[in-house]
């Protein structure tokens, strides 16, 4: 008996450093045009991930009681011009409290960056008091470089590459949440993996990591992809609770210099799977892992018995 005792508790240490069981894999879409947001081919890839996560487009504001299905999305396009380009956009504003903001920032998504902060470009039509438009104010080629894919505004990060969503239930920023699934349009990837989407549980291992496809396969100095646009969406079908979404946005940051075959590349539309409160229950994966643990032990106390 002591035996046996002995040889559970040295299976249930085991549990915590098997490899992990493998998921289904998961939904990606992904596509790229050089025909504008109208190109129908593109505009389909769009709504099938849409319906990858849920179909319906959840109202900006509180679900009450909480959403458990359906889908958020941002496009910018509603921020005010105090908090755009040339002025600093907080990584806060989708991550509204009822009550307290207005329901239009009340989406569930918070932005961090290991860089400076956020921008969100003003209206692409300059005005008379000659605000900066799609970043001129940060680099001199970026009028001409990106369009808007939803007009009339775009997103960036500053002094990084690199953004990080979080979640937390809409209306309510102390109840952290995750999402099944996530998507970014992005504006002028010039080649394959330029821009990429990495995404994390809850305790911080890689669920996979995707590059966005761009107009060339490969760097090409000789050519160029302004006004494009590429997409990438990835949904989970397993129960995965995606707690962060890792961004990865060009080369580097567009406030740094470019020189030669670097790439500047901004985003526009987001789309996420409803943001639910985290489980307190295991993801099926442990659960998986747990029970093939607890096979094992009585595969072994039958060999004893």
Not at 65 to 75: K, L, Y
Not at 171 to 193: E, N, Q
């Amino acid at each position: 008996m002591r035996r046996y005792f002995v040889a559970c508790a040295l299976a249930l240490v085991g549990l915590a450093f098997l490899p992990a069981l493998p998921w289904a894999a998961p939904v990606v879409r992904s596509g790229v045009t050089t025909l504008g947001a109208l190109d129908p081919t593109f505009t389909a890839l769009l709504n099938d991930f849409r319906s990858d996560l849920g179909g319906i487009l959840n109202p900006p504001g509180p679900c009450s009681p909480p959403c458990t299905s359906g889908r958020r999305e941002i496009n910018w396009d509603a921020v005010p011009d105090t908090l755009s380009s040339p002025n600093a956009f907080p990584g806060d504003f989708f991550n509204g409290t009822t009550g307290v903001q207005p329901n239009g920032r009340i989406r569930g998504a918070l932005f961090t960056t290991p860089g400076t902060g956020f921008q969100v470009s003003a209206d692409t039509t300059p005005d008379p008091a000659g605000t900066a438009t799609e970043f001129d104010n940060l680099q001199g080629f970026a009028p001409g470089e990106f369009d808007a894919f939803s007009l009339q505004r775009l997103f960036t990060s500053l002094g990084s590459h690199f953004t990080d969503v979080t979640f937390a239930v809409p209306g309510t920023p102390g109840t952290l949440a995750s999402t099944h699934g996530f998507g970014v349009v992005f504006a002028d990837v010039d080649f394959d993996g330029s821009a990429s989407l990495e995404f994390f549980k809850r305790n911080g291992a890689s669920l996979g990591l995707f590059d966005v496809p761009g107009v060339f396969p490969t760097p090409d100095p000789n050519s160029n992809s302004q006004g494009s646009f590429s997409f990438l969406g990835v949904s989970f079908t397993m129960g995965e609770q995606v707690t962060r979404v890792r961004i990865r946005s060009g080369s580097h940051a567009l406030d740094q210099p470019f020189s030669g075959v670097e790439d500047a590349v901004v985003m526009d539309d987001f789309l996420y799977g409803e943001p639910q409160a985290l489980a307190a229950v295991p993801e099926p994966g442990t659960l998986l892992l747990l029970a093939s643990g607890l096979a094992g032990l009585v595969a072994w106390r039958r060999r004893t018995a």
